[in-house]
């Protein structure tokens, strides 16, 4: 069960809070749910995470895994196992283009076991589970590695006919898994209690070791080359000395390590390294020799820089330690990485170029076990260990993984007051990333102005604008801002991840005043004025005076006509407005007011003297510069 035991009544200090770096701890698993089992992560080199676990249903345990897209939260639980169907012991691993692959074991004595696979493409759903393994009696943890090519090697033990053996399949790229091999040598045992392991290299060697039952346990390694078959096994420990608790690790380039337990009187941690294409080395011893050790891990980056972990017991506590080992180098002598006076157990490691190394474990603070993680950059020292999970309730068992930046996603169990959870963090080892910034060359005041920037990290992250003008600043990607005078102002642009880590791209523009519009220019105005003593000599004079007057000098045009009475030709009359004068069109000056005199026309003169009284019109036409115009129109009675 994940519901972990306090590990006796210890006198300590509670451990800090998650220091810059490390994320709070999330949920994971779906509330009044019992997870049991050991919760394992993987990561793939863009950050896309996946985790694994089994939970109690009905009496039953299955299969559950959840996924974290990089810069995404993490996707409600999904069951991997068949409905109805015990599954338990589950592996994870993630390939390079993001296909999640999971193993278990499935059955019972009654009907034997079985070893299943399924597959998530990145973004879709589980697989229907399909059978790895044959129908066996027992099997023990099966385990799980993938090369850069996607092709999958799970191993697991299995009992079956008198006989405990180590079994192995391939799933190739193109998804299908091979029938099993059997690793380990016919007629000899498999301890039952512990699993073996597998790692493999980016062009898809593997090694696998395990440990056999004798008059001396021994660790076992058998090697499958690339697109062939396991070779024959090879000792890896000493003769004569019991071993136990086997893990190995392999880097891309081929370089593999093992580590386990040697049970000697004191027991103590060893490992033997196998160059790529070689042959195992002697082994050395880790641990110190008056001190008994357990729980050995192993982690080597792209450099060849090979980190292990485990337990050691101090007479009082046991310790998590730790060893480096340099590229072509000696370990060297190992450190402790968790407090004195506090039991620390169940410790892994991962490792890569870029944060170097990521061990994990739990220990008591006196009341309840609590998760921690300790830092080593490359060539760097240990940090102080950070306490992960929350104080007051019990967690442990602790899985990590890596993506190709250094961002470290941890996964481990825990139980609280609301019952027990797989929980997730992070260790956000790399700053966000922004690209394609966009800032305009320039910019007018009061016009807003846009600006714009990609942004990208695996964990959460804020991106902010300041505009260089001590205005207020702005969040987001894409934003706009506006600047009320002239000038050049820098603009900044930062993100800032979850564990502190900050980016930052500046640039700048030029704000220039707006252009003025030209004024608008007054409208053309036009005024006329009809002088009542020529009207009163019209008859007389056959002319007409009319003034006129402009707001700007302007070309202006006359002319009238008069409403006379016209006869039909079939009885009766009708109004009609008849041109009297002729036209005239003088030049004015701006606010002057010009006389103009219209003459009456022959047809105009002949109307005027035949009636008594007659209803003038004078239109005047404006026209100034640009083509603008004006009508005025002054009505007269003429008597």
């Known amino acids: 069960m994940l519901l972990l035991l306090i590990v006796g009544m210890l006198s300590s200090t509670a451990g800090s809070a998650s220091a810059a770096g490390w994320l709070e701890p999330e949920d994971i698993s779906a509330a009044n749910e019992v997870v049991d089992g050991r919760p394992q992560v993987a990561a793939d080199p863009a950050g896309n995470a996946v985790a694994i676990w089994e939970r109690h249903v009905g009496g039953e345990e299955i299969v559950e895994a959840t996924e974290r897209p990089a810069g995404g939260d993490w996707s409600e639980p999904e069951v991997v196992s068949l409905p109805g169907e015990e599954g338990e012991r589950s592996q994870v691993t993630i390939d390079a283009a993001g296909n999640a692959i999971a193993v278990w074991i499935t059955g019972d004595s009654s009907t034997g076991f079985v070893v299943r696979s399924a597959v998530r493409p990145p973004g879709g759903k589980w697989s229907q589970p399909e059978d790895v393994s044959d129908s066996i009696a027992e099997a023990i943890t099966p385990r799980l590695a993938v090369d850069a090519a996607s092709e999958a090697v799970a191993i697991w033990t299995a009992f079956d006919s008198g006989d405990r053996i180590v079994q192995g399949a391939v799933r190739t790229a193109a998804g299908e898994w091979s029938e099993p091999d059997d690793l380990s040598p016919a007629g000899e045992f498999v301890t039952p209690l512990e699993a073996p392991d597998v790692a493999i290299d980016a062009a898809g060697n593997a090694v696998a070791v395990w440990k056999l039952e004798g008059s001396n346990d021994v660790v076992q390694a058998a090697v499958r080359p690339a697109g062939g078959d396991w070779a024959e096994p090879d000792d890896v420990s000493a003769a004569g000395q019991d071993t136990g608790q086997p893990a190995v690790a392999m880097n891309d380039a081929g370089l593999a390590i093992a580590v386990w337990t040697r049970l000697d009187g004191t027991d103590t941690i060893?490992?033997?390294?196998?160059?790529?294409?070689?042959?195992?080395?002697?082994?050395?011893?880790?641990?110190?020799?008056?001190?008994?050790?357990?729980?050995?891990?192993?982690?080597?980056?792209?450099?060849?820089?090979?980190?292990?972990?485990?337990?050691?017991?101090?007479?009082?506590?046991?310790?998590?330690?730790?060893?480096?080992?340099?590229?072509?180098?000696?370990?060297?002598?190992?450190?402790?990485?968790?407090?004195?006076?506090?039991?620390?157990?169940?410790?892994?490691?991962?490792?890569?170029?870029?944060?170097?190394?990521?061990?994990?474990?739990?220990?008591?603070?006196?009341?309840?076990?609590?998760?921690?993680?300790?830092?080593?950059?490359?060539?760097?020292?240990?940090?102080?260990?950070?306490?992960?999970?929350?104080?007051?309730?019990?967690?442990?068992?602790?899985?990590?993984?890596?993506?190709?930046?250094?961002?470290?996603?941890?996964?481990?169990?825990?139980?609280?007051?609301?019952?027990?959870?797989?929980?997730?963090?992070?260790?956000?080892?790399?700053?966000?990333?922004?690209?394609?910034?966009?800032?305009?060359s320039v910019g007018i005041v009061g016009e807003p102005?846009?600006?714009?920037?990609?942004?990208?990290?695996?964990?959460?992250?804020?991106?902010?604008?300041?505009?260089?003008?001590?205005?207020?600043?702005?969040?987001?990607?894409?934003?706009?801002?506006?600047?009320?005078?002239?000038?050049?102002?820098?603009?900044?642009?930062?993100?800032?991840?979850?564990?502190?880590?900050?980016?930052?791209?500046?640039?700048?523009?030029?704000?220039?005043?707006?252009?003025?519009?030209?004024?608008?220019?007054?409208?053309?105005?036009?005024?006329?004025?009809?002088?009542e003593g020529s009207l009163r000599k019209l008859n007389r004079t056959g002319t007409l005076r009319v003034f006129a007057r402009v707001n700007e000098a302007a070309s202006v045009t006359l002319s009238g006509r008069a409403r006379l009475k016209v006869h039909r030709p079939r009885g009766g009359t009708r109004t009609k407005l008849v041109p009297v004068f002729?036209?005239?069109?003088?030049?004015?000056?701006?606010?002057?007011?010009?006389?103009?005199t219209l003459s009456l026309s022959e047809r105009g003169r002949k109307a005027m003297q035949s009636l008594s009284q007659v209803r003038l019109l004078i239109a005047g036409q404006a026209r100034a510069a640009g083509g603008r115009t004006a009508t005025k129109t002054a009505a007269r009675t003429f008597r």
């Open 449 to 531: 102005v846009t600006f714009g920037v990609s942004s990208f990290d695996v964990f959460p992250f804020t991106t902010s604008w300041t505009f260089g003008d001590g205005g207020p600043g702005a969040q987001g990607n894409t934003v706009s801002h506006v600047y009320t005078r002239p000038g050049a102002y820098p603009v900044t642009v930062n993100a800032v991840d979850a564990g502190g880590n900050t980016s930052m791209e500046i640039g700048a523009i030029a704000i220039t005043a707006a252009t003025k519009p030209p004024p608008p220019r007054p409208r053309i105005a036009l005024a006329l004025r009809i002088e």
């Open 582 to 596: 002729t036209p005239k069109t003088v030049r004015l000056a701006a606010a002057t007011e010009g006389k103009v």
């Open 270 to 440: 060893q490992a033997s390294v196998r160059p790529a294409g070689g042959d195992w080395a002697d082994p050395d011893d880790l641990s110190n020799a008056s001190q008994n050790a357990a729980e050995p891990d192993v982690a080597i980056d792209e450099t060849g820089d090979a980190v292990a972990v485990w337990t050691r017991f101090n007479g009082a506590n046991d310790i998590v330690q730790g060893a480096v080992r340099t590229a072509g180098g000696d370990w060297a002598d190992p450190e402790d990485l968790s407090a004195s006076g506090q039991h620390g157990a169940s410790p892994v490691v991962a490792a890569n170029d870029a944060v170097g190394a990521v061990a994990m474990w739990h220990r008591s603070d006196g009341s309840n076990l609590r998760v921690q993680a300790a830092v080593r950059p490359p060539a760097g020292d240990w940090s102080n260990p950070d306490t992960l999970s929350a104080a007051g309730e019990n967690a442990g068992f602790a899985d990590v993984a890596l993506d190709a930046a250094g961002n470290a996603i941890a996964v481990f169990g825990r139980k609280g007051a609301d019952g027990p959870f797989v929980q997730a963090s992070g260790y956000d080892f790399s700053p966000p990333r922004l690209t394609d910034l966009r800032i305009p």
